[in-house]
């Protein structure tokens, strides 16, 4: 599976499996979405408290969050340059409402 994408053509695409017990799928409604890639590294161990809410299909770690928190949230993909497609926006928008929730 290609995730690096040296010339960053944003061309650079594949699938991914969205964990329906995440807050990434409770924003999406999603179990499989398709997302650009462009990155030379990956997780290797998810640390103690997070947990990976989306993956290849090889097994990388596509996507992290930690529980309990407002919205610890991190993806491996770049929804900024998606930004028109429907999941990209709904990731977008939440944050947008939990950081005007952040008092």
Request: aromatic letters at 8%; one cysteine or more; a positive charge.
């Amino acid at each position: 599976m290609k995730h690096a994408d040296p010339s960053q053509s944003g061309k650079v695409f594949h699938e991914v499996r969205i964990n329906k017990d995440s807050l990434l799928y409770d924003i999406l409604r999603k179990e499989l979405i398709e997302v650009n890639s462009s990155h030379h590294q990956t997780v290797c161990n998810v640390g103690r408290g997070l947990r990976a809410s989306a993956l290849a299909a090889d097994g990388v770690v596509e996507g992290l969050e930690l529980p309990g928190r407002l919205f610890v949230m991190s993806v491996q993909w770049h929804p900024e340059g998606i930004y028109r497609r429907d999941h990209s926006r709904k990731i977008f928008e939440y944050f947008i409402k939990k950081a005007a929730e952040y008092k």
